[in-house]
């Protein structure tokens, strides 16, 4: 026993010295043949003393894996950057139209921070992950920073300037922010002397980054999406240059006639009610309704199909709104009746939701169905806040009032929620219009990548509302759409709710945010049709939202219809390509300029085996040669040796 004790002793000492080197390997995929590569590039952060840092960040992407991210930082990150590692896995691989859950992503980031926090790396990471799925050679000679969104696009950051400067020490000709932050606001302490008192005043500063940069050597260019990153490196594009309007199946032609003509049947019955109540408010409300079901009419004959659509939906509010005032006004203020027809007509649909066979679908069926679980899950959302607005008491429900005056609020939110249950049972008789076969397993496998961007995107939108101290309400529904999509044990539910939650978040984070959504809302159109296009342009969604988003000029819509095309496409071309490998890709010499005009040379890790890690050049990194390794050997060698002399003891 005494003669093992060394050498066991011996051999933690020897795996703890090699400890380091097993920690930054990535591991091997030699028993599958597979592939992987490796990208190399600066990022740039804000230190706690408001100066600017700079780091590596290196991304090795390996074949085949699970969807897997793995991230090792240092010093030590906050959550969000683990969420950054997540989302710019997923939108690389959308943008380069992989497989994510096909691959392991690896993401070693190191820093001259005290700790490594913050969504602005996230712009970086993606790029890096999209160079290495390209096979395009490694630089760096430029940096990155914003935020990257599942969708693609690129996200607003702070400490511009701090940052410029951090790149331009560390070499750097090219500096990519995002859209719209070329002139950037920093406050400056200025010092005033008040007879014998010394005042500190924060003081608003505007700087134009681009022509700082030209004074520090650097490029400054600005990107509003993954792709416009990726253009400005390698000078080329992933996307479709146009787009198009889309030519709609003429089965959702006939089914959205067949709506139109529902809600005019709707509008008809409710009108019986409406006129008892003799309220000119609530005239008025009808009337509006019957016009926006006009207006719904003539898009219709103008081959605006989509839009027709939403248009009949708010003219079916509209009219619910009428009804319900006009009922609440004959009977006390009490709409009881009405809260149970909602709440029922939910129940029915979730059960309805619930037991349609998505197995018997395509996944063109399943998209359709999707779209039915989003709307449900928003339908209860307002339901939910009528109650919430309503005055409740032994099981009856009545609108408040105060001083004479009505609040109309409950009623407003509840016929929201039954015109949304209209809407949804639209989506609900789409899908039995293509019927086919689905994979129930590949269904739950994406419905969960998709549950956890939805997850991510909600966290930063609530992060970012909180710090810039911006009105919170608009993240109520997105956190209410996630945390269904988290309890819904049905996997298309999932997808829908998490598809329209990020589409959310990602739309008020521009609104709010972004000085460039006009812009954004193009890239990602152009996104949307790209991945389209890879599928023979067989996503129902996408074509609608995208005819929609060209058909309007509301940026704020834009912008949500095409995030939800974006989505919706890619969504659809996991379900299709679920025997689709990703292919390897090329594996050019990878060459890394220093400043110095130095040139390292590294080569392409060969097909299934471990990628060599590449540094950033001016980034201190341990390095662990085979010395280390030839020490523990001899080590081990003096352990087995002085095992050997030490007696054998009596027992």
Not at 541 to 556: C, F
Request: glycine share 6%; charged share 15%; net charge neutral.
């Amino acid at each position: 026993m005494h003669r093992i004790a060394p050498l066991v002793l011996t051999a933690l000492i020897a795996a703890s010295m090699l400890s380091p080197v097993l920690a930054m390997a990535v591991p091997s995929s030699t028993d599958t043949a597979g592939w992987s590569r490796t990208c190399s590039v600066y990022i740039v952060a804000v230190s706690s003393s408001g100066g600017g840092v700079t780091g590596n960040l290196t991304v090795t992407v390996v074949y085949p894996g699970h969807g897997r991210v793995y991230i090792s930082t240092s010093p030590a990150s906050m959550i969000d950057t683990q969420g950054s590692a997540r989302l710019a896995a997923f939108s690389a691989s959308l943008l380069a139209g992989v497989d994510m859950t096909q691959l392991d992503f690896y993401y070693d980031v190191e820093s001259g921070s005290i700790i490594i926090g913050g969504p602005s790396a996230g712009f970086a990471m993606a790029l890096a992950t999209l160079l290495a799925l390209e096979g395009v050679n490694c630089t760096t000679n430029f940096a990155v920073t914003g935020m990257i969104q599942p969708d693609t696009s690129i996200g607003p950051v702070g400490g511009l300037k701090e940052k410029l400067e951090a790149a331009a020490s560390a070499g750097a000709k090219l500096f990519i922010i995002p859209a719209g932050q070329e002139v950037y606001k920093y406050y400056k302490t200025v010092y005033k002397r008040i007879g014998p008192l010394v005042i500190a005043e924060r003081v608003p500063v505007e700087v134009n980054l681009t022509s700082y940069g030209e004074k520090l050597g650097v490029r400054v260019e600005t990107a509003a999406s993954l792709d416009e990153g990726y253009r400005l490196v390698t000078g080329k594009t992933l996307l479709v240059e146009t787009v198009a309007k889309p030519r709609i199946d003429h089965r959702i032609q006939a089914l959205i006639k067949q709506y139109l003509a529902q809600v005019n049947i709707t509008l008809i019955k409710l009108n019986n009610t409406i006129s008892q109540a003799k309220n000119k408010y609530v005239e008025n409300l009808y009337n509006n309704a019957t016009r926006a079901l006009k207006e719904a009419t003539n898009l219709y004959s103008h081959a605006h199909y989509y839009q027709a659509a939403l248009k009949a939906v708010e003219s079916l509010q509209t009219a619910y709104t009428a009804s319900y005032l006009a009922y609440a006004i004959s009977h006390d203020l009490d709409i009881t009746a009405q809260v149970d027809e909602v709440n029922a007509t939910l129940q029915h649909l979730y059960n309805q939701l619930d037991n349609t066979d998505y197995k018997s679908l395509s996944p063109v069926g399943v998209e359709s169905l999707e779209k039915a679980w989003a709307k449900t899950g928003i339908s209860a959302y307002y339901y939910q806040k009528a109650l919430q607005a309503l005055e409740s008491s032994n099981g009856k429900y009545k609108l408040p009032s105060f001083l004479g005056r009505i609040d109309t609020t409950g009623a407003e939110y509840l016929a929201e929620a039954r015109a949304l249950a209209s809407w949804s049972w639209f989506w609900l008789n789409a899908s039995t219009l293509y019927p086919g076969e689905t994979s129930p397993d590949r269904v739950r496998q994406v419905a969960l990548v998709l549950l956890a961007e939805a997850r991510t995107a909600v966290a930063y939108l609530d992060t970012l509302l909180n710090e810039a101290g911006a009105p919170t309400t608009g993240e109520e529904l997105p956190i209410y759409l996630t945390t269904e999509a988290m309890s819904t044990p049905n996997p298309v539910g999932k997808l829908g709710l998490s598809i329209e939650a990020i589409a959310l978040s990602t739309s008020i984070i521009h609104e709010t945010f972004t000085l460039q959504p006009a812009r954004t809302a193009s890239e990602l159109l152009r996104t949307a049709e790209t991945i389209a296009s890879r599928i023979n342009n067989t996503s129902l969604q996408e074509k609608l939202l995208v005819s929609y988003a060209l058909s309007i000029n509301n940026t704020r819509d834009q912008l949500l219809s095409a995030s939800k095309a974006v989505l919706y496409a890619y969504t659809t071309q996991l379900l299709l390509q679920e025997t689709v490998k990703p292919q390897k890709p090329a594996s050019p010499v990878q060459t890394t300029s220093t400043p110095a005009g130095v040139t390292n040379k590294t080569t392409p890790s060969q097909e299934g085996k471990t990628p060599a890690n590449t540094t950033a050049p001016g980034v201190a990194r341990p390095q662990y040669s085979l010395t280390i390794a030839l020490v523990a050997l001899v080590t081990l060698m003096i352990g087995v040796i002085v095992g050997a002399l030490i007696p054998r003891s009596s027992q």
